[in-house]
């Protein structure tokens, strides 16, 4: 279906209305966010996302208003990867508490303008060379394989180190060109510092954050084109997805150690699919040295609704599971506590 340009217009002036909201009326503003303040927008940024939806299915059908919640359910799903990123990032450029908010909020703005060109050059590919999909379905198989290799992990010692930040080549480039201040500057991008201009630690973070971002859009831009091939519905699922996740990252920043196993959630989610993409590759097959040139037929593809249903069920599986299992491991540590105190007093008495 060919989506009307007055749906595009409409979509851009509520994403620009809503981040300028968000700017002048929260990141201006110099706090660290409650966890019921973040609650709240969080559970508000949702609302949004879910109307959008909503609008969507009324004006332009309910086919793409399915595709649409399928797709902005994966990508806020994968978007929780990046909040493991972001408290790295942000803790080691040791971001003052107050700032942080303006760090992701800028993170995520430059994050939309980047994976915008994405989808539009992802959207192009597709439209004009089928075979894409094979790429695409073989990456996010390979992905999902990474994430797993994640999730089992490794020793306690590789956890540790994974937990430090290390700049990426983009950020080092910054560094090697430009001269940068020793310690943050307020909210200023640039200073003048000892007679020359330098840019601060602030402007660095932000492009760590956006490039980080876009880093993970290599991975969730394949996934949605799984579930549609409309770049405006890819383009308001990613933009939905991305602009509520600066109030989640307050929300669950200290809660994202209990998502113990996210990884293979997102490994599940991505495995079906890239699963599903390969059977459309299939069944569009165009490749002259498979099945001749010709695609297959009657190959049982996933439907909008069921991949929906599927990706919804893993991840509240995921969440449930994995807070099981914290709790589990919690009581188990409490109680290996107490029986090495009740010895220690034993050991007392007895000296």
């Excluded at 859009?217 to 770049?231: K, Q, R, Y």
Aim: charged letters at 15%; aromatic letters at 12%.
């Amino acid at each position: 279906m060919h989506v009307p340009l007055i749906a595009w217009i409409i979509l851009t002036v509520v994403i620009i209305g809503i981040l300028t909201f968000d700017f002048f009326g929260h990141v201006r503003k110099d706090h660290f966010p409650s966890m019921k303040e973040s609650a709240i927008w969080t559970c508000i940024y949702i609302g949004i996302a879910l109307s959008a939806g909503v609008v969507i299915g009324l004006t332009l059908g309910w086919d793409l208003g399915a595709q649409y919640f399928a797709g902005w359910v994966t990508e806020w799903s994968l978007s929780l990867d990046n909040l493991f990123v972001f408290v790295i990032i942000i803790a080691g450029f040791s971001v003052p508490r107050e700032i942080q908010q303006k760090v992701i909020a800028v993170g995520i703005t430059l994050a939309l303008i980047f994976r915008l060109v994405f989808i539009l050059l992802g959207s192009a590919l597709i439209e004009n060379f089928s075979w894409i999909f094979y790429i695409f379905g073989a990456f996010l198989l390979f992905t999902a394989y990474k994430q797993v290799r994640e999730g089992v992990g490794a020793d306690e010692d590789e956890a540790e180190d994974s937990e430090e930040y290390e700049d990426n080549g983009f950020v080092k480039l910054v560094r090697r060109m430009l001269p940068v201040t020793p310690n943050f500057v307020g909210h200023k991008y640039l200073h003048r510092h000892e007679g020359k201009l330098h840019i601060t630690p602030l402007l660095l973070v932000v492009i760590a954050v956006g490039s980080a971002d876009v880093m993970f859009a290599v991975d969730s831009i394949p996934a949605i084109f799984g579930l549609t091939n409309e770049a405006f519905i890819v383009f308001a699922a990613n933009a939905f997805a991305l602009m509520g996740l600066r109030q989640l990252y307050f929300l669950i920043e200290g809660l994202m150690e209990r998502l113990v196993f996210l990884h293979f959630g997102l490994a599940v989610i991505l495995g079906f699919i890239g699963v599903k993409l390969l059977i459309h590759a299939l069944a569009t097959n165009e490749l002259w040295f498979i099945n001749s040139g010709l695609p297959f037929e009657n190959l049982p593809e996933p439907t909008i609704p069921f991949s929906l249903g599927f990706i919804v069920v893993t991840l509240a599986l995921t969440a449930v599971t994995s807070l099981i299992a914290t709790r589990h491991k919690a009581k188990k540590a409490q109680k290996a506590q107490q029986a090495a105190g009740e010895t220690s007093e034993v050991e007392a008495a007895e000296a």
